[in-house]
């Protein structure tokens, strides 16, 4: 869920917009660039960046089309976010990633084993806007952090972070194998090449190995244990003085959050004052057993109570 801070809300929000149009947008142009680069100069390197921004513009849809259906549902009034959407498009990077990071390592020592003829005059040509796009973004949504709560912009500020270093060392390491080219130590150069290229895409396997089974779990609804179970009746039974009964207690964990919604029934008599204090200490009961919760106590009256229990006065016969 993205959830801006409140007071912040209309103002950080069309920035966030912005990030996603800009990042999304510049991408483009990056990407033909980088595709026929790598082509021209046979770089295996600039074929595995090519091809992981391939794979990033199909996520960075998935969040361009999130904001709009924030936009186009509440106006920036509530600007929550987009269920589980982001959860997915990471899912589909990180499925296509696994695969497309296996070839760059198998074509990487393929070419260690059999070097090709590369031109690295030419494979430094799209290094050098990439490192610019990746500082410019970053700073950019590092500047949102501080406005925003939103998962969406810690994920842009993590994503630019991380490209900042690659694009870096990417313009280093082909900068020192053109130099070495230049000197006559091509043989050296030939190495580098396609080492780097394996080391991106190893580097391109683990995010995607991280991002599936990641996502995957918070995906994926599972109901709570047995042993959870009996941990909140526990409790439940603790409280039981303070309660009339119990309704429906709804719970189920996805990746490592619990989420418990209970249905309590109260005394019509009872103030709100005392049922909040109540939700409390049974969330703080909870939370010496489960670290990351997401607890919701629903109070009804006491007349829904007995209907609901079959003690109403058509059952009391029965």
Known sequence: MNNLKVGNSEESFPE????????LYSMIPLMVLTVVTGILSNSMTILAVALDYGLSFIVQLFA???????????VMKFPYGTGKLENFSAIVYGALAIPASLFI????????????????????????????????????SRQLMQASESPMVHSYYVNFKVSTIIDTSLLISLSVVFLLVNLGHGQIAYVIDPTVSSLFGAYMLFCGATLTTGNFRVLIDFPL???DQLKIMAILA??????????????RFSGKTRFIELE??????LSLAEITNLGQRIESRLRQHFRDLRFVLIPLCDKTT?????????????
């Open 225 to 227: 244990p047995e042993d």
């Open 105 to 140: 390592i198998y074509s990487s020592i393929m070419r260690l084993i059999i070097p090709p003829a590369i031109s690295f005059g030419i494979a430094q040509i799209p290094l050098i806007p990439n490192l610019v796009r990746s500082i410019l973004l970053f700073w950019k």
């Open 16 to 23: 966030l917009k912005k990030l996603v149009d800009i990042t």
């Open 264 to 269: 309590l029934y109260f005394k019509k008599e």
């Open 306 to 318: 007995s209907e609901k229990a079959g003690y109403s006065d058509k059952n009391e016969g029965n």
């Open 64 to 74: 361009f089309k999130s904001i709009r259906t924030i936009v186009k549902s509440n």
């Open 238 to 251: 603790q409280e039981y003085s303070d309660y009339e009964n119990i309704g429906n207690i709804y719970t």
